[in-house]
């Protein structure tokens, strides 16, 4: 059975740091890629970030890029999104997601479309306070 986990959410203050991680059950990095995902209240789900065990390339989205960073540990199954100089903006449920890419796709914003998504966690809540 393919599960994701995702933990590490929490309550911090505007500039503070939290890492998410996500550990994979019931199948390979070498299956899928790894995408985090977030949706806050009211708005729509929307892509943050993604990363391909294919050449480890990755992608942010415009309003993360240079405050978080992904990474995959294969020997723990587990990726991770370390994030940085969080904003109040950055307050919503995180989710990561596998993505069922071609073998040869790096890490791009199409590759992060919903109709590539397999399989979903339940999701973290991370909340910002300014």
């Known amino acids: 059975e393919v599960q994701l986990v995702e933990s590490g959410g929490g309550l911090v203050q505007a500039g503070g740091s939290l890492r998410l991680s996500c550990a994979a059950s019931g199948f390979t990095f070498d299956d899928y890629a790894i995408g985090w995902f977030r949706q806050a209240p009211g708005k729509e789900r929307e892509r943050v970030s993604c990363?391909?065990?294919?050449?480890?390339?990755?992608y942010y989205a415009d309003s993360v890029k240079g405050r978080f960073t992904i990474s995959e540990d294969n020997a723990k199954n587990t990726v991770y999104l370390w994030m940085n100089s969080l904003k109040p903006e950055d307050t919503a449920v995180y989710y990561c997601?596998?993505?069922?890419?071609?073998?040869?796709?790096?890490?791009?914003?199409?590759?992060?479309?919903?109709?590539?998504?397999?399989?979903w966690g339940q999701g973290t809540q991370v909340t910002v306070s300014s």
């Open positions: 997601a596998a993505l069922r890419l071609a073998p040869w796709e790096s890490a791009t914003a199409q590759a992060m479309e919903f109709r590539r998504v397999d399989h």
């Open positions: 990363i391909t065990s294919a050449d480890y390339s990755t």
